[in-house]
């Protein structure tokens, strides 16, 4: 059958041998084999022609078969939860137009020979629950148009992710989440084109690593406060220009979640929100910003912020409007939205008066919408913060406000209820 293009025998559940015969098949497009459960000789496979090749599920098969020719077109590999033990050596890296291959749920695959870095036109690679999968080839970096990338659920330690995953210049999609490691490589902020990066389930990881410069979605454990300030850490560091830039438009990382997360120590439901912030919130070289997250039905592309002083003489209150960037393609009602309101975004000096940032008492976010929102004040160091407080406490009498009359403070809205 020399002219055969396509040959489906999906389910076969009694196939035990693939006839050597089919290697002469040049001109087959599509071969599928998925669920051939009793399978356990495939000879060889003529890749001349082929666009797809599946052989998921089929879990009696140990060896791939032997490729044959030089693909002339895209191909798609898929094998997933198949009882392959390993890929084929030859001929594997002449395969320039093999741009998706699926290993998924390959639970014998114990490593990936490093032959596969040379796959130039790959573009999605899923080793996604490769349970026995120890490490990754030292050189992944040179898959230089992979684009997805998914190692969840492999039971990923420390040093199972080499430092060469940052040469990934096109990567845009990490899959990360279920693994078992605590830190991850340093690289991966230099993963230029990276958008998604998924954390989920990655219950050992004690810290976020260095956000690249266009991640805008980002998945991880937010009941944990650890992680929580590692990922506002990680923002300011990525909007620290805010101020010499003049750019008034804030990072946004998108994320899904149920609730609000813990961390945030100020939560409520509202299209404002308005905060009496704590005697010498400002510490200098220490305090970050103000970090805000909301979700609802619809995404904001502006908040409008409010700076207002504890003796408010109606002349010092700063007002901001910024702009949220987030170019995110995920939208729904569970997403969370993450961003930072650095205070040199928002501080005014010409406007102070004098005043320095402790003579501002209140801080309210105009969101425009109703939402569900979280708000917290971000230092670097909080240990730091709570020790340099208490100095000041014992060294310092509190002293009486020049305008007593005013101390109470009197923000520009009504303080949200969900406070």
């Given at each position: ?33 998925f ?8 000879p ?5 022609s ?19 020719g ?8 898929s ?10 050596l030859?001929n ?14 390959m639970?014998?695959l ?26 990754l ?11 997805k ?19 990934l210049s ?21 993963l ?7 954390l ?11 956000f ?6 980002i ?6 406060d650890?992680?929580?300030n590692?990922?506002f850490?990680n ?14 438009s804030?990072r ?8 609000i997360p ?11 929100v ?6 010498n ?10 970090a ?23 002349m ?6 910024f ?14 939205n993450?961003?930072?309101?650095p ?8 406007n ?19 939402k ?19 100095r ?11 305008c ?14 969900g406070?």
């Amino acid at each position: 059958m020399p002219n055969l293009e396509y040959l489906n025998l999906a389910c076969c559940t009694s196939l035990e041998e693939v006839h050597p015969s089919l290697k002469y098949c040049k001109k087959l497009i599509r071969l599928d084999l998925f669920d051939c459960r009793s399978l356990e000789r495939f000879p060889y496979v003529n890749v001349e022609s082929l666009d797809f090749f599946i052989l998921d599920y089929c879990r009696s098969l140990k060896k791939f078969p032997e490729i044959l020719g030089i693909m002339k077109t895209e191909l798609e590999i898929s094998m997933s939860c198949s009882g392959i033990r390993e890929l084929p050596l030859s001929n594997f890296d002449l395969q320039p137009h093999l741009t998706k291959l699926d290993l998924s749920g390959m639970e014998y695959l114990v490593s990936l020979p490093s032959i596969i870095c040379k796959l130039k036109g790959l573009v999605k690679l899923d080793l996604s629950r490769c349970s026995k999968l120890k490490s990754l080839p030292e050189d992944i970096g040179s898959l230089s148009s992979l684009k997805k990338l998914d190692l969840s659920y492999c039971n990923i330690i420390d040093g199972g992710l080499p430092e060469d995953i940052g040469s990934l210049s096109s990567l845009q999609r990490l899959n990360l989440s279920g693994n078992n490691f605590e830190h991850l490589p340093q690289s991966i902020s230099e993963l230029g084109a990276l958008r998604s990066l998924n954390l989920s389930d990655c219950n050992r990881l004690t810290q976020l690593p260095e956000f690249p410069q266009n991640l805008n979605t980002i998945f991880a454990n937010w009941s944990n406060d650890w992680i929580c300030n590692s990922l506002f850490q990680n923002i300011s560091s990525l909007q620290h220009d805010i101020c010499s830039s003049h750019s008034l438009s804030l990072r946004v990382l998108v994320s899904w979640v149920v609730d609000i997360p813990s961390w945030f120590n100020y939560k409520g439901t509202d299209t404002k929100v308005s905060v009496n912030l704590p005697e010498n919130w400002y510490v200098s070289d220490n305090f970050l910003g103000f970090a805000v997250c909301y979700y609802g039905d619809y995404y904001i592309d502006c908040i409008t912020a409010h700076l207002i002083p504890l003796c408010d003489d109606g002349m010092s209150s700063m007002t901001q409007e910024f702009s949220l960037s987030n170019n995110s393609k995920y939208s729904d009602v569970w997403n969370i939205n993450f961003f930072l309101i650095p205070l040199g975004g928002l501080w005014d000096a010409s406007n102070a008066n004098g005043k320095t940032p402790n003579d501002y008492g209140c801080i309210s976010l105009i969101f425009g919408k109703e939402k569900k929102f979280g708000f917290r004040l971000l230092y670097k160091d909080e240990a730091e913060l709570h020790n340099a407080k208490r100095r000041s406490r014992n060294e310092h009498h509190e002293e009486e406000a020049s305008c007593s009359s005013s101390k109470k403070q009197r923000p520009l809205f009504p303080t949200s209820s969900g406070l």
